[in-house]
């Protein structure tokens, strides 16, 4: 039995990483900050098949102390100042978590145990103002954001500590993902709570920002499939994952509020206050390289994915709000 150490296991990628590990037969541990309240609701269904252990991405010690518990044979680096808006309003914090917080779990890793394979969340937010499209593995970064310049260390720190120490680290460029369990504060599922609570008579309208923005989104569970496909490879190597298709944030609303019958142009409006202060008008990946050489597909479709999402969100509002899963 394979053990696996997941930071960021009470987020939507970790949860569902979980979910998959477990049932492949590892032993599955999660790294989880000391807080004086728990919001494990996306792992409350896992709550007896998992082993928590508290540690900090800003704490060298505990970090060690953590991989010295769990004596993990992967580690999948998931945890993150991961809200690209407040990487504006945080950009100190940010770069801690999700820049330097890279560098101490690989020092960590490389003390205690160097032959464990490590994943990185690497993101499209990377590439920013986009140099080519679509965009693959060499395609050359421009960050737009605070969240993104942190996840290009991030990213390139990862490279360095597997060219200078030989080991096997590898990134995941992972394109926007989403699912019922995507935290609230996210378009996604801003707009199918919106549109939930539109259709139950609970809210007017739904203010949103550029809804000309292009992203290319799949399910996070068909994407934390690639993530563990990476650390099964002879040779550890980086990857672009994503659908290859592009959608406008009108494009989802659109979608969102046809699924309950009703027409978007009636309930959205445009705030500016909602707009980025430098945007990202276009991303789509090229997951080429994934397909072919981890056989990697994503299952679910855009369309499917927000009829998941709104369902979801219809019966959780109608139950009086409920989890976030």
């Known amino acids: 039995m ?3 150490l997941i930071t960021g296991i ?5 949860s569902y990483l979980a979910e998959l590990l477990l049932s492949k037969g590892y032993k599955v541990f999660g790294l989880v900050r000391r ?3 728990e919001t494990f609701e996306r792992i409350a269904h896992l709550h007896d098949q998992i082993t928590l252990i508290q540690g900090d991405l800003l704490d060298q010690y505990s970090l060690s102390e953590a991989i010295n518990q769990a004596e993990p044979d992967e580690i999948y680096n998931l945890a993150a100042q991961s809200f690209v808006p407040t990487s504006w309003q945080q950009p100190l914090l940010t770069g801690e978590f999700t820049g330097l917080g890279v560098t101490r779990v690989l020092e960590a890793m490389r003390f205690v145990n160097p032959k464990i394979r490590f994943y990185q969340a690497s993101s499209s937010e990377m590439f920013g103002k986009v140099r080519e499209v679509p965009q693959n593995e060499h395609t050359p970064f421009y960050p737009r954001s605070p969240y993104g310049v942190a996840k290009v260390y991030g990213h390139f720190i990862t490279v360095n500590y597997r060219e200078s120490y030989n080991l096997f680290a590898c990134s995941g460029m992972l394109f926007n993902h989403e699912s019922p369990r995507r935290g609230l504060e996210f378009v996604t599922r801003k707009v199918t709570d919106g549109v939930a609570r539109i259709k139950l008579g609970q809210q007017k309208d739904l203010k949103l920002g550029n809804l000309d923005a292009q ?3 799949g399910f996070a569970g068909d994407y934390v499939r690639a993530m563990w496909l990476m650390l099964q490879q002879d040779t550890p190597e980086d990857y672009v994952i994503a659908t290859g298709v592009t959608h ?7 979608v969102a509020f046809e699924h309950v019958g ?7 409006k445009v705030d500016p206050a909602f707009i980025r202060p430098a945007e990202v008008d276009l991303l789509i990946g090229d997951p080429s390289k994934a397909k072919k050489q981890l056989g990697w597909e994503p299952e679910v479709s855009f369309e499917g994915l927000v009829a998941m999402m709104v369902d979801a969100d219809l019966e959780r509002v109608s139950n009086g709000g409920g989890r976030v899963r």
């Not at 406008?248 to 659109?254: A, G, H, K, N």
């Not at 009703?262 to 959205?268: G, Q, S």
């Open 35 to 37: 807080a004086s309240t």
């Open 215 to 217: 992203r290319d989104w």
């Open 2 to 4: 394979p053990n696996a």
């Open 10 to 14: 009470t987020g939507q990628d970790g």
């Open 248 to 254: 406008s944030v009108r494009d989802l609303v659109r």
């Open 262 to 268: 009703l027409n978007y142009e009636d309930y959205v």
